[in-house]
């Protein structure tokens, strides 16, 4: 017997005595009931123009200019991307130099203690063709292989190779080399090359969208193979005028007024391009903040394009960039001195003297005033403004906010060349 059971509606009886059963009606009117409350709950929601962004929503705030439509922006970023990426290389480095590496191994190393090897250095990373006569900008540590300051234009034991996103390959040569500005310059003999526009990183705003175009990880992406679409990741600008020094192979590289995206940047991007929506080079990809070398954390850094731009007028002149110069000597602060000039900052530095006809000169400086910031950093001491310019070229612009006569006020110092002035 079955233990399920049916439940049947009850029948009501008519005038004659017989039983009619109204179950059609019944569900009749039920279906009409649901529809209706179905209709009220689940219909289509307003729709809304997405042509336009919330004027305060977070997405807003990365556009452009005001009333950019979503649809817009996309196109833009599309547009950038097609118009940037062919000019993007990847820089191939095979030296000649065999060198010497422990085994990372810990069997052998417990049999036979660490040992050493000998092998080539190789590296890959990534390049902005700026010239369609072969002209490319890249990172210094990208072809600085072997950690010798003295990498000169006749050296050509790197073998370097750069490789186009269409997969044409040509050798490169190295121009000219800046190991503190981490910049180097190659060319290779080719014309008509895709290149892109530099840009003017000083138009630059936090919180601008920004592009980076590179090749992170190398050849492991493609499987190996040489050319390819390189990759692209999307940010904005997260802050402008980062300082670092880093000190690798004994060199050290003093970074100085750079751009910091959240782009994401790893292994391999160093050299590559940073861009803006209008595909225009803003930036050379150059370092990222990775604790214990875990890789992307959204902390990345760029060499800003004005600062490219200088370099690259001094290579096309065939002159020496030479060292940056101010004229200006300074010294630190003592109790004696900011009594006597009714100073009462912190920190801040005086300046002592001042060379003639010198950019300090040129920009207003006299002797007595106190420098309190540089580029919005607060000085404490001599050697801390000396290392601001650390790092910088002839041409690249600073503003100093100066006390003098009891009143502050800001100078923008145009640095000169040690070589020439």
Same mark, same amino acid.
């Given at each position: ?303 800003? &394009?004005?600062?490219? $731009?200088?370099?690259?007028? #001094?290579?096309?002149?065939? @002159?020496?960039? !030479?060292?940056? +110069? %101010? ?50 950093? &607060?000085?404490?001491? $001599?050697?801390?403004?000396? #290392?601001?310019?650390?790092? @910088?070229?002839? !041409?690249?612009? +600073? %503003? ?22």
């Amino acid at each position: 017997m079955n233990d399920y059971h049916y439940h049947t509606p009850p029948q009501q009886e008519n005038r004659s005595g017989k039983r009619r059963n109204f179950t059609p009606l019944y569900l009749i009117l039920l279906g009409i009931f649901i529809g209706v409350g179905l209709t009220n709950t689940f219909r289509p929601m307003p729709q809304k123009d997405t042509s336009e962004a919330p004027a305060d929503s977070a997405f807003a705030q990365n556009l452009p200019t005001a009333g950019y439509g979503i649809a817009a922006f996309e196109a833009a970023v599309i547009g950038a991307v097609k118009k940037a990426t062919p000019a993007v290389v990847s820089v191939h480095t095979q030296a000649s130099q065999i060198v010497a590496y422990r085994f990372r191994d810990p069997f052998f190393d417990m049999l036979y203690g660490k040992r050493l090897g000998t092998r080539p250095r190789h590296g890959m990373g990534s390049g902005v063709i700026i010239d369609p006569e072969g002209i490319i900008v890249t990172n210094d540590h990208v072809i600085n292989l072997t950690g010798e300051r003295d990498l000169t234009n006749s050296r050509n034991d790197l073998n370097l190779t750069v490789v186009l996103s269409d997969g044409r390959t040509y050798p490169a040569r190295i121009l000219k080399h800046f190991p503190t500005q981490d910049i180097a310059i190659l060319a290779v003999d080719a014309v008509d090359l895709p290149y892109l526009e530099l840009g003017s990183s000083s138009d630059l705003t936090v919180g601008q969208t920004v592009l980076a175009i590179g090749n992170p990880f190398g050849d492991r992406l493609t499987g190996g193979l040489m050319g390819g679409e390189p990759t692209v990741t999307r940010g904005i600008i997260s802050a402008l005028r980062r300082n670092l020094n880093i000190t690798q192979e004994g060199i050290t590289r003093y970074y100085r007024t750079m751009l910091q995206t959240d782009a994401s940047i790893n292994e391999g991007n160093s050299g590559g391009a940073l861009i803006d929506l209008s595909g225009k080079l803003v930036g050379i990809n150059t370092a990222i903040m990775s604790p214990a070398g875990t890789g992307s954390i959204g902390i990345g850094f760029a060499q800003p &394009s004005d600062r490219v $731009r200088l370099i690259l007028e #001094s290579v096309r002149k065939n @002159s020496d960039i !030479g060292a940056p +110069f %101010t004229g200006i000597y300074v010294q630190d602060v003592t109790p004696a001195l900011a009594e006597a000039l009714d100073y009462e900052g912190p920190g801040g530095v005086v300046i002592d003297s001042i060379d003639p006809e010198s950019p300090g000169e040129d920009a207003g400086f006299k002797k007595g005033d106190i420098i309190a910031k540089v580029n919005g950093f &607060s000085t404490t001491n $001599r050697e801390e403004v000396v #290392s601001m310019f650390l790092g @910088s070229v002839p !041409g690249e612009e +600073f %503003t100093l906010s100066v006390f003098r006569n009891g009143k502050y006020s800001d100078l923008t110092l145009v640095l000169g060349s040690k070589n020439t002035d």
